[in-house]
């Protein structure tokens, strides 16, 4: 059983797409998508939950991942398996 993700994104985003692919990669098809750009009151408590503005916006379980960039070091760094296996 992996931790439930949560993403904020937009339909467009290259950033949101990768993110996803890199989590498909791991095993992780049920994401809860987040559509900033469908419901503009998301993305004002994403910026407040989040303190950043851009999309993606990556949770597992209760930890802000943060973007793309960010879910790409923890993979790097070997923190990203043991976040979504918790």
């Keep these: 059983m992996s931790a439930p993700v949560t993403m904020y994104c937009t339909a467009v985003c290259p950033y949101c797409m990768m993110a996803e692919r890199l989590l498909a990669s791991k095993g992780i098809t049920q994401i ?38 960010d879910l790409s070091a923890l993979d790097r760094a070997g923190k990203l398996d043991p976040l979504l296996q918790a």
């Design 32 to 69: 809860e998508k987040i559509r900033v750009d469908l419901e503009p009151q998301q993305r004002e408590l994403m910026m407040q939950k989040t303190g950043r503005r851009t999309v993606p916006q990556i949770y597992v379980g209760d930890t802000h991942v943060g973007g793309f960039d």
